[in-house]
Every structure is written in structure tokens, then in C-alpha cells.
């Protein structure tokens, strides 16, 4: 395993399948970034954000909307990176439709997968 150049990066960018975007080799929250000798796979390290969030689903949905808007706003200023990730357990399309039109939350390409390191 190497650090990526220019030239690698090229290379990756005609793997990839542009369901999501390459990372930016600038961005300070790129921590590391490796490609195996021959090219042919490389990982990207990049630090990200996760919000837990829990309203009560008895309120009505502009009572949810509410609670969701002050909590954003309340923690806006703390978040240590520009990307958070939400995961919608309860209420479903519902509720991903309300943070999508109303907070700026976009669609995640891909099966969100989980991985716990242990030790």
C-alpha cells in the first residue's frame, strides 16, 4: 500500500461508478488515503458525523418538524464535520421525506452498513 498521486487518482476516478463523490484529497477531514501497488483498489479514510435523534412519535408532524428544527439548529455550531449521517429507524419514507424537504438531507447511495471495531 502507497499514498495516491495524481496519476492514481485518474485511475480511481475511471473505477469509480460516481453513485457518490470522490473524496477531496483536500478536505481536513480526509485523515488518510492509501492505493494497493497495482492500482487497482484504494481506501479513503474520512471522518463524519453521526446525529441520534429521538421525538416522541405520538407529537403531530409539525410538532415533529419543530423539535427536529431546534435540535439541528441547537447543535449546528458543534458538529466537527461538514457531513452527518441519519439513520430513519421509525417512520420510515414519512419521516426521511420531512428531514429531505425541510433540512437539507440528500438520499445515501448504497446499503448502509454498520461495523463496530472491537479492541
Known amino acids: 500500500m502507497r499514498k495516491p498521486n495524481l496519476a ?6 475511471g473505477m469509480h461508478t460516481g453513485i457518490f463523490d470522490l473524496p477531496d484529497l483536500g478536505n481536513r477531514e480526509l ?14 479514510v474520512k471522518l463524519t458525523t453521526e446525529v441520534t435523534l429521538i421525538v416522541d412519535p405520538t407529537l403531530s408532524d409539525i410538532q415533529k418538524a419543530k423539535r427536529i428544527q431546534d435540535h439541528f439548529y441547537s447543535v ?5 464535520t461538514n457531513d452527518t449521517h ?10 426521511a421525506n420531512l428531514l429531505i424537504r425541510h433540512f437539507g438531507f440528500t438520499r ?9 471495531r472491537n479492541g
Do not use: Q
Request: hydrophobic residues 45%; charged residues 25%; without cysteine.
Open 86 to 95: 441519519a439513520f430513519v429507524m421509525h417512520g420510515g419514507e414519512h419521516f
Open 31 to 44: 485523515v488518510h488515503s492509501e492505493i494497493t501497488d497495482d492500482g487497482r483498489s484504494a481506501t479513503f
Open 8 to 13: 492514481d487518482l485518474v485511475k480511481i476516478e
Open 76 to 80: 449546528k455550531s458543534i458538529l466537527p
Open 108 to 116: 445515501a447511495a448504497g446499503i448502509p452498513l454498520y461495523w463496530r
